[in-house]
């Protein structure tokens, strides 16, 4: 299945999942009176808000490049990730506020029995759901899936600590309904700044991991032609990684032949990074080291073959 199905699937998924948890949730929440719950039931309100927004963005993103967006649109899927953090940092918040004010005055639960009987179908809803969103992203290292997973991640801990929650003040303390909702609060919290910060990052063209700056290294030098790589320039919008890098060729080696080496080497990247944008340009080794001391600009490393491990 392509990149394309997957992560539409996921994210229809993901609204229908949050809806039918936030009527539930609702019921239930209305004869209990717990805070615990009041906190999973406005995060699967903020489920399906941030998930209807992925929704549309992940479609506009996934459109192919036009005249106006030569790059293509998947810059939207970073925008989507940005507008869940917020969502999910408003939720902490509000949610933080009322378990404060839960401790100062507790109340006991009613039904209690409910409340972990619907606590428990949350769970493993949840479960399923992270556990497909986690195919999904490694299938396709989609980010605003990823988004949208680590979100739901943190449904996965906020349902569990309202069942702890539900459970010890079915045993009478009442205090635990409030700390256990403070505690999530704070956790969603973190989980909301962490999305955000890789959204912006995204956004803000970061370089490709490491690991496959060092496997396209690899790659480029597995050719005996290619006498070493600089000028590595990567970023990734959506679906699409792009990648530039400058090849350091033989000074008498004929254009035809260089032309024809770099193909083998865009070849080559592409069958590993499928769906990437590849540009690749040839230099002369002799005059690679001349220019790079003459630049300026910002430094870009520079590899010699000899400094890669070839596996």
Known sequence: ?????????????????????????????????????????????????????????????????????????????????????????S?????AFNSVKSLFNPKAINFPLLGILISVI?????????????????????????????????????NIAVLLSLLISWLGFIYADGIFALVISLYILGSAIHIGINAIQSLLDRALPDE??????????EFPQVKGVHDIRTRQSGKTKFIQIHLELADDMPLIQAHSIADKVEKALQQVFVD??????????????????EKNEIETPQFNRDEIKIE
């Open 276 to 293: 990437a944008d590849i540009i690749i340009h040839q230099d002369p080794v002799s005059v690679v080291e001349h220019e790079i001391m």
């Open 91 to 95: 939720f902490a918040i509000i949610l």
């Open 212 to 221: 496959e700056i060092r496997q396209i290294l690899q790659i480029a030098c």
């Open 1 to 89: 299945m392509n990149y394309d199905k997957l992560v539409r699937r996921a994210t229809h998924f993901a609204v229908i999942s949050a809806s039918i948890l936030l009527f539930t949730k609702m019921i239930v929440w209305w004869l209990t009176g717990s805070i615990s719950l009041l906190a999973s039931l406005l995060d699967s309100g903020v489920d399906i808000l941030a998930s209807v927004i992925n929704l549309f963005l992940v479609r506009y993103a996934l459109q192919p490049a036009d005249r106006n967006h030569t790059f293509g649109h998947g810059k939207a899927e970073s925008l989507s990730a940005l507008a869940q953090s917020g969502f999910v940092m």
């Open 122 to 158: 949350s769970l493993i809803f949840t479960v399923g759901l992270v556990v497909y969103q986690h195919h999904v992203v490694k299938k396709t290292g989609s980010q605003a899936i990823k988004a949208d997973m680590l979100h739901y991640q943190s449904d996965v801990m906020l």
